[in-house]
């Protein structure tokens, strides 16, 4: 018995070893062939480039594809703003109801507002010309913004500009209205400066009497939402730009009423589509943020 034990253990580790040496290779090369197969793909310049460019492929289709569906958006409401321009007398109704709602409120008088304004040449040229030509640039640079630099924010915001646009132009078609500046009492701003895109060509594609809701506004309060919602986690100086970006609404809202477009009302519709967009859609896509941002993990300390 003695025997037999120390026989097995003398012998059990040579057996062992007998067997490893025994073995097929099979293992053992496929392992190695796959870390070096890999390995080569990871260094091979070939490889890098053909990966690189399949990347820059899928990019320029997600790219024509949102520029698309943008351009199809902007088409549609421009087009539906055409159709709902022809109901003139009931426009110039709501607007004088609207009018008298505005002083049951006790809202500020914006022709009053108007004629301070217009007291200084440069503030009504400046007030133009925000209204003429920062809305739909700025508007378009967030979003492009977005998609490059913040692409798990972009669906969100592009969500809820699709839904308020659309239904801006439901209660264009429904509601009419004519903006103040062709209300008695106030001054079309932008015709005596040369700088209203209601004029010349604009006025041949332009609603006149879709004062509501104000769309100015409503997707300034959009973009200032967007920039803090993904810079309110961000570095002290990225949060005071976070909060500085809000001055654009605020702007917009005070170049509508200075250049008679929009009554005050027009920019509280265009916040309550807002608010009802962000309650019926999904916030910001955290799964496409979690592709995006892969966390480093923590070193190992040898024991």
Same mark, same amino acid.
């Given at each position: 018995?003695?025997?037999?034990?120390?026989?097995?253990?003398?012998?059990?580790?040579?057996?062992?070893?007998?067997?490893?040496?025994?073995?097929? &290779?099979?293992?053992?090369?496929?392992?190695?062939?796959?870390?070096?197969?890999?390995?080569?793909?990871?260094?091979?310049?070939?490889?890098?480039?053909?990966?690189?460019?399949?990347?820059?492929?899928?990019?320029?289709?997600?790219?024509?594809?949102?520029?698309?569906?943008?351009?199809?958006?902007?088409?549609?409401?421009?087009?539906?703003?055409?159709?709902?321009?022809?109901?003139?007398?009931?426009?110039?109704?709501?607007?004088?109801?609207?009018?008298?709602?505005?002083?049951?409120?006790?809202?500020?008088?914006?022709?009053?507002?108007?004629?301070?304004?217009?007291?200084?040449?440069?503030?009504?040229?400046?007030?133009?010309?925000?209204?003429?030509?920062?809305?739909? &640039?700025?508007?378009?640079?967030?979003?492009?913004?977005?998609?490059?630099?913040?692409?798990?924010?972009?669906?969100?915001?592009?969500?809820?500009?699709?839904?308020?646009?659309?239904?801006?132009?439901?209660?264009?078609?429904?509601?009419?209205?004519?903006?103040?500046?062709?209300?008695?009492?106030?001054?079309?701003?932008?015709?005596?400066?040369?700088?209203? &895109?209601?004029?010349?060509?604009?006025?041949?594609?332009?609603?006149?009497?879709?004062?509501?809701?104000?769309?100015?506004?409503?997707?300034?309060?959009?973009?200032?939402?967007?920039?803090?919602?993904?810079?309110?986690?961000?570095?002290?100086?990225?949060?005071?730009?976070?909060?500085?970006?809000?001055?654009?609404?605020?702007?917009?809202?005070?170049?509508?009423?200075?250049?008679?477009?929009?009554?005050?009302?027009?920019?509280?519709?265009?916040?309550?589509?807002?608010?009802?967009?962000?309650?019926?859609?999904?916030?910001?896509?955290?799964?496409?943020?979690?592709?995006?941002?892969? &966390?480093?993990?923590?070193?190992?300390?040898?024991?």
């Amino acid at each position: 018995m003695g025997d037999l034990v120390r026989r097995n253990v003398t012998e059990g580790p040579s057996h062992e070893v007998d067997r490893r040496e025994q073995a097929p &290779p099979t293992t053992q090369a496929a392992s190695v062939t796959g870390v070096g197969t890999s390995d080569r793909a990871a260094t091979d310049p070939a490889a890098q480039a053909a990966a690189a460019k399949a990347r820059r492929m899928r990019t320029l289709k997600d790219a024509a594809r949102e520029l698309f569906l943008v351009a199809l958006l902007f088409g549609v409401y421009k087009l539906g703003r055409g159709l709902a321009s022809g109901e003139t007398g009931t426009a110039f109704s709501n607007a004088k109801q609207l009018l008298t709602m505005q002083k049951d409120l006790r809202l500020p008088d914006e022709a009053a507002i108007q004629d301070w304004f217009m007291q200084s040449h440069a503030a009504v040229t400046f007030c133009n010309k925000y209204y003429a030509y920062v809305h739909f &640039p700025a508007t378009v640079a967030f979003l492009l913004w977005l998609w490059i630099r913040h692409r798990e924010h972009y669906k969100w915001v592009r969500n809820i500009l699709a839904m308020m646009t659309g239904a801006a132009l439901i209660i264009h078609i429904l509601v009419p209205l004519a903006p103040p500046r062709k209300m008695p009492g106030f001054t079309d701003t932008g015709m005596d400066a040369g700088d209203s &895109p209601y004029s010349g060509a604009g006025a041949k594609i332009a609603n006149q009497f879709a004062a509501m809701p104000s769309l100015h506004v409503g997707w300034a309060v959009v973009v200032a939402l967007g920039v803090a919602a993904v810079w309110h986690t961000a570095g002290s100086g990225r949060k005071v730009a976070s909060w500085a970006v809000w001055l654009h609404p605020a702007i917009t809202l005070l170049v509508v009423v200075v250049t008679a477009n929009h009554y005050w009302m027009d920019a509280v519709v265009a916040v309550l589509l807002m608010i009802f967009a962000l309650a019926v859609l999904p916030g910001p896509d955290r799964a496409t943020q979690r592709g995006l941002i892969r &966390p480093i993990p923590a070193p190992r300390i040898a024991r």
